[in-house]
């Protein structure tokens, strides 16, 4: 094995960072798929994914140019190059449950390293839940799409279509320069997302325990009883966006915010931008008439100042926001200016979550969605049948988990990082190219 260039990431450095901080290898040795005596293992077949999306690679097809290198297979524990159609025959019946498992490990693991101190807020550690839609098709389905009639115009013509699509609740950590995923749950037909949301829920403390995080940011859809239920029972702190899709609290702290001045105000300055801002904060307001139980509201008023080129001329705009926040957190821990930093942290699931997944890791690529050569099992009866399509699912599991350790190793381990102060895809890229750099593994003669 060459020496590590002393100015660039390469593989061998970040598998004995996986191997030494996660146990990667024993923990890849467990993972199954659907085929019998398959040439190929599903060890091979998840590694090589996982690289693919470490690689920042868009597709499959250019990944299988990539396992014509020596070293990755070597990398990998295969004997031979591979092609997509392996890749996707094995995805397609892949156990998500080792996955999902691998996932849970790695997060606690980071945890107990400290990873998540680097940002608590007051001590705590901030999550946020949030949904996403991960792919959409007209001609495509499978069993588990949701579907939704479309209006749109064809040669001047309104015409409705079915459009088949998959959508997904993500829960990830905010508060931390390592934002890690920490699960994923679909939304399953005939479902809306607020379902979907309170099952992931009810699931995380089964998989972390219930302190895992303290305090959870939530978008006003999932502002309902029993997410506050659960909390409580849990032992999270809440901030939720207040809309009117709940009416009377709503309507309850407009008027009572309404009759009073502002009870604090404060201008701050962040990239560029001047933010005035007024706020109300108040409690002991009921959440709803069939669930009465007293929360607190927060109310900011901000007047945004930024520039803008008008007439080839910088001149600066003010526009008016208004936020409103349920929380459940404690007003002499918290201030209401505190309270409304931490709502505004919920746009880092969209920026630095679902928008980084999207724009540099092929989130919506729609892998192996509608995949119809799957491996085959018995059923009762004696007849042969496809398994269920859990293509999607494992791939993304597979992408949220080289999401996460890919991070962990730029932000906690990395000196070239900081040193030279690269970017998290040029780091991807360096370790693609070290794959031409490094020795063919060598190997003993045929007999």
Request: glycine residues 6%; proline residues 5%; contains cysteine.
């Amino acid at each position: 094995m060459g020496r590590q260039d002393n100015s660039t990431h390469e593989i061998p450095s970040f598998a004995r960072y996986l191997n030494k901080v996660f146990d990667f290898r024993t923990a890849t040795a467990g993972l199954q798929d659907a085929r019998q005596a398959p040439d190929i293992s599903p060890q091979s077949v998840f590694l090589a994914a996982f690289y693919s999306f470490v690689f920042r690679l868009p597709s499959f097809q250019q990944l299988e140019s990539d396992l014509t290198q020596p070293y990755l297979q070597h990398w990998i524990g295969s004997d031979r190059g591979f092609g997509d159609d392996v890749l996707r025959y094995s995805l397609c019946g892949f156990d998500v449950t080792g996955l999902e498992e691998m996932l849970v490990q790695s997060n606690r693991t980071l945890k107990r390293g400290k990873a998540f101190e680097e940002g608590r807020v007051q001590g705590r550690i901030v999550a946020a839940l949030d949904g996403v839609e991960v792919l959409s098709s007209y001609s495509r389905c499978c069993d588990s799409c949701l579907e939704r009639r479309v209006t749109s115009r064809q040669d001047g013509v309104k015409v409705e279509q079915v459009q088949y699509y998959h959508r997904a609740v993500g829960c990830q950590i905010i508060s931390s320069p390592v934002k890690s995923f920490l699960a994923i749950e679909w939304l399953l037909p005939g479902e809306g997302e607020e379902t979907a949301a309170l099952r992931l829920l009810h699931r995380i403390p089964d998989l972390y325990g219930s302190r895992f995080f303290d305090i959870l940011l939530l978008d006003a859809l999932y502002a309902q009883a029993p997410v506050l239920q659960l909390a409580e029972k849990t032992g999270w702190d809440l901030i939720i966006s207040l809309k009117q899709n709940q009416r009377d609290l709503y309507q309850s702290a407009i008027r009572l915010f309404a009759h009073r001045p502002a009870d604090s105000t404060a201008t701050e300055k962040q990239d560029g931008k001047t933010y005035q801002i007024q706020l109300w904060d108040t409690q002991g307001l009921p959440f709803s008439g069939d669930y009465p139980q007293p929360v607190r509201v927060v109310r900011s008023e901000e007047w945004l100042t930024q520039n803008h080129y008008r007439q080839r001329q910088l001149q600066p705009e003010t526009t008016a926001h208004e936020w409103l926040w349920i929380t459940t957190l404690d007003p002499q821990a918290f201030s209401a200016n505190q309270v409304r930093r931490l709502g505004h942290e919920r746009w880092k699931l969209e920026n630095n979550g679902w928008n980084d997944l999207t724009q540099n890791w092929a989130f919506k690529h729609g892998f192996l969605h509608a995949c119809r050569h799957r491996p085959q099992t018995c059923s009762p009866d004696g007849t042969r049948q496809p398994v269920p399509n859990r293509g999607l699912p494992a791939v993304t599991l597979i992408l949220l988990l080289a999401f996460t350790l890919s991070s962990a190793f730029t932000l906690r381990h990395s000196k070239l990082f900081r040193r030279y102060r690269m970017t998290t895809l040029e780091v991807a890229h360096q370790l693609r190219r070290s794959l031409s750099k490094l020795p063919p593994t060598i190997r003993a003669p045929d007999s």
